[in-house]
């Protein structure tokens, strides 16, 4: 083989010239220099500046060889890491380059491809162009001085014209995300219809998944997080009052498309004009009726954290509204069962789906069903009380009250008992009634013990369960209202003996309607006086019922009768000391 010893250099006009690891290759439109003999020149030591092309037909350049010993790579340097192929294809770290330029290393941190502009006022660009699109596309890397597209110090993926950025994986065809010409973003579809679209068969589709730390305090923002405003973005002002900030809403195909508008949505609103100060909002839930196709309002929370169903004015916690025959409110046990119903009239049913009142509590057990008002305080003041009220001023209730076992607070309480009271406004009183034809109704002591009961007849039995009189005591039966403690203005009963005879005594039936009130007797014949009679004769004998005469005081007849008796006694004692005087002188006559 021949050795060049010293520089050659040629310096050719109008030359091509390619700068690889550091060698100067000089393209010439035309071939001045060539080199066929075997073996081949070998330079060693020095510079040497290579202006030639290897021809294969007049005026053509087929590109620059470097060939081993072997005659079997080309390439640029002695490695061969650097090769240039005459098909056109370029290698770098690589002597089979399998693209157009095929870069390759097995180097650590080895950089790759490697493009600068230290211009701060300009920008480093990768350009792709096809014949068919004349249009740039590409990536731009801009200096710190630089403004166009995608401003300072920015990275950019360009496209000159209005077809989309496309990304692909997995060596599908069919791209996973693009970029419309507009600006529209679609995840699972090459036609976005909104700034940002997403589609997705079965399972989630977005999964915000966030990780704060150990006690949550990392966490600033929500997952998805939206931000609204008035004006422009260059200007923007502040919100005003029923604003909205924030949706969510889903549209569905009917057949034939999709919804113009959305069918179910979640929809947040600012509730006042917003400052640095007052940042008030509420949220509505929103859903479609079955054949229709306007969404409506179904719940709303307000900025005070009032929930409204049915209503957009919640006036507590929680506030239910509805029309028409649907139910307010049903609660359902685990197997299914309606236990707790709310009808739009107002009454409540508990164990039942219709309630007939406005409270109804059904249950179907063959043990105690219970209503129970518990107030667990000893206080002296703790009582627990059901009361039923008709609206009118003041006390105008019933009520139930149940004390406690150190309750000492009203004067009409009764300690570790009960009471049952018609309100002081209330002036027809307190009843009891057993509306059925045989009803009784009953008192008891001591457990299940029976003190006293009042017929369906109106009879009162004490100590017995079948009294035969309107009053029937199977006992003792005790007044203590004649003490003189009670009494003043006392004097002697003087009593008009006339008239005390001039009371007639009958025996007599009772009229059939009023059989009641006679005692019980074998034939129901009945004896006594006629009330209107004793009124005529002795007032005082008279009993009033309504203002009217109905009855005589049996019980002042005998009193009147013993003082008549007295005064027979009186009469008798002076007929006796005479009868004693006249003995006496017809003893006397005798003698």
């Given amino acids: 083989m021949s050795e060049i010893t010293t520089p050659m ?60 010993n072997a005659d079997a790579n080309y390439y640029l340097d002695p490695s061969g890491a650097i090769s240039l192929v ?98 529209l973003v679609g995840i699972g579809t090459t036609g976005p219809l909104f700034p940002l679209h997403v589609i997705g068969t ?19 923002w929500f997952p998805v997080s939206t931000r609204a405003a008035r004006g422009t973005l260059a200007l923007p002002s502040a919100l005003q009052a029923n604003d909205v900030i924030f949706g969510m809403g889903a549209r569905g195909y009917t057949g034939s498309a999709f919804t113009t508008g959305a069918k179910v949505a979640v929809v947040g609103y600012a509730a006042e004009t917003w400052s640095s100060t007052a940042n008030g909002t509420y949220i509505t839930f929103n859903t479609t009726d079955k054949t229709t196709t306007t969404l409506d309002e179904r719940i709303r929370i307000t900025d005070a954290g009032l929930v409204g169903i049915g209503t957009t004015g919640p006036g507590a916690k929680l506030t239910v509204q509805t029309s028409g025959t649907t139910d307010i409110l049903n609660l359902f046990e685990t197997g299914g069962t309606e236990v707790f119903t709310v009808l739009e009239s107002g009454s409540v049913g508990i164990g039942t789906t219709s309630p007939a009142t406005i409270l109804n509590i059904v ?61 002081s406004n209330l002036a027809g009183g307190l009843g009891l009634s057993a509306a059925n034809a045989s009803g009784n109704i009953y008192f008891y002591t001591a457990g299940n013990s029976e003190r006293m009961r009042i017929t369906s007849a109106g009879r009162v039995g004490i100590g017995t369960t079948n009294p035969g009189y309107e009053l029937d005591v199977v006992g003792t ?81 005998s009193i009147l009768l013993l003082a008549e008796l007295k005064k027979h006694k009186q009469a008798i004692e002076r007929l006796n000391q005479q009868i ?11 003698q």
């Fill in 363 to 423: 249950k179907d057990q063959d043990a105690d069903t219970s209503l129970v008002v518990d107030n667990a305080s000893t206080g002296t003041a703790a009582f627990s009380q059901l009361g039923l009220d008709n609206q009118r001023s003041g006390d105008s209730r019933a009520h139930l009250y149940l004390f406690g076992t150190a309750y000492t607070t009203a004067g009409r309480y009764i300690q570790d008992g009960a009471l049952l009271e018609s309100g």
């Fill in 86 to 183: 005459v098909d056109g294809t370029v290698g770098i770290g690589t002597t089979e380059p399998a693209y157009l330029l095929d870069v390759y290393t097995n180097t650590a941190a080895e950089e790759g491809i490697g493009i600068k502009n230290a211009n701060s006022g300009g920008g480093a660009t990768l350009v792709l162009r096809t014949n068919a699109i004349g249009t740039v596309m590409g990536l731009i890397a801009n200096g710190s001085a630089y403004t166009t597209y995608g401003g300072a110090n920015s990275l950019n993926i360009y496209q000159g014209n209005n077809a989309p950025i496309a990304f692909l994986t997995n060596g599908n065809s069919t791209p996973r995300m693009v970029i419309s010409g507009a600006g």
């Fill in 477 to 557: 039966v005790y007044a203590s209202g004649s003490s003189r403690d009670y009494k003043e203005h006392i004097t002697d009963l003087v009593v008009d003996t006339e008239n005390l005879y001039r009371l007639r005594p009958v025996s007599f039936d009772y009229k059939p309607e009023y059989i009641h009130l006679g005692k019980v007797l074998g034939n129901g014949h009945q004896i006594g006086l006629i009330a209107e009679e004793v009124y005529q004769t002795i007032p005082e004998l008279a009993i009033y019922n309504n203002g009217e005469i109905r009855n005589v005081d049996y019980e002042k007849l």
């Fill in 202 to 220: 079965g399972g989630a589709v977005v999964m915000p998944e966030i990780y704060s730390g150990a006690d949550g305090t990392a966490l600033a």
């Fill in 580 to 590: 004693d005087l006249l003995d006496a002188k017809i003893e006397k006559l005798v």
């Fill in 9 to 68: 250099k040629r310096f050719l006009n109008s030359a091509y010239v390619l700068f690889l690891a550091g060698v100067a290759c000089f393209f010439m439109r035309s071939p001045v220099f060539a080199v066929t003999p075997t073996p081949y020149p070998r330079v060693t030591g020095g510079t040497i500046t290579v202006d030639a092309a290897l021809t294969t037909g007049a005026n053509t350049i087929t590109g620059l060889k470097f060939i081993d």
